[in-house]
T-cell receptor, first 111, second 115 residues
Framework: QKEVEQNSGPLSVPEGAIASLNCTYS??????FFWYRQYSGKSPELIMS????GDKEDGRFTAQLNKASQYVSLLIRDSQPSDSATYLC???????????FGSGTRLLVRP | EAGVAQSPRYKIIEKRQSVAFWCNPI?????LYWYQQILGQGPKLLIQ????????DSQLPKDRFSAERLKGVDSTLKIQPAKLEDSAVYLC?????????????FGAGTRLSVL
């Protein structure tokens, strides 16, 4: 079983819709969770971090964490064509602090 | 604030040749990471430095890869000899502190093609 799993997509949504990206992880001791955005040919850019159960909102982005279900998600409201990118989920444990990345979900926002 | 600097941006070599990549982290960041990102996959950690000491190199193929961070600032990653499967983007990242809540900032990467 992969440590961090994401659906590779592409996830296609129309402009203005809500895009929902999901990630599951296998290690119950995972403590910190990150969402990075990566445009084609570019480096990953952090967009959200979340450390405790529940929702965390930042502008059009909402991260949701459920540690009991080992599940973290990212919602993008009012999706724009400029949001089209690959979204990487990353998980870290306090004891080792290295990031384990999923393979990413490719999001396509149609004008 | 200047970001993480990497060079070169692109490198094409033949198999069995050697290659080196350079990284200069964000000023003041004590922790430096090297990742390998193969096309279609997420980044995989190769090595992590805290100042000039190695914290984690468990996934570094030590028979061909080496890395150093002299003086705890910039770092060099070397591959010798390269194999076809080393074709990837090599990303350098830095963060200001260790611990699971540290935020890692990535450089633009070096795209390596091994022919």
């Amino acid at each position: 079983q992969k440590e961090v799993e994401q659906n590779s997509g592409p996830l296609s949504v129309p402009e203005g819709a809500i895009a929902s990206l999901n990630c599951t992880y296998s290690d119950r001791v995972s403590q910190s969770f990150f969402w990075y955005r990566q445009y084609s040919g570019k480096s990953p850019e952090l967009i959200m971090s979340i450390y405790s159960n529940g929702d965390k909102e930042d502008g059009r982005f909402t991260a949701q964490l459920n540690k009991a279900s080992q599940y973290v998600s990212l919602l993008i409201r009012d999706s724009q064509p400029s949001d089209s990118a690959t979204y990487l989920c990353a998980v870290s444990m306090d004891s080792s602090y290295k990031l384990i990345f999923g393979s990413g979900t490719r999001l396509l926002v149609r004008p | 604030e200047a970001g993480v600097a990497q060079s070169p941006r692109y490198k094409i070599i033949e198999k069995r040749q050697s290659v080196a990549f350079w990284c200069n982290p964000i000023s003041g960041h004590a922790t430096l990471y090297w990742y390998q990102q193969i096309l279609g996959q997420g980044p995989k950690l190769l090595i992590q430095f805290q100042n000039n000491g190695v914290v984690d190199d468990s996934q570094l193929p030590k028979d061909r890869f080496s890395a150093e961070r002299l003086k705890g600032v910039d770092s060099t990653l070397k591959i010798q000899p390269a194999k076809l499967e080393d074709s990837a983007v090599y990303l350098c990242a830095s963060s200001s502190r260790t611990g699971a809540r540290n935020i890692q900032y990535f450089g633009a990467g070096t795209r390596l093609s091994v022919l």
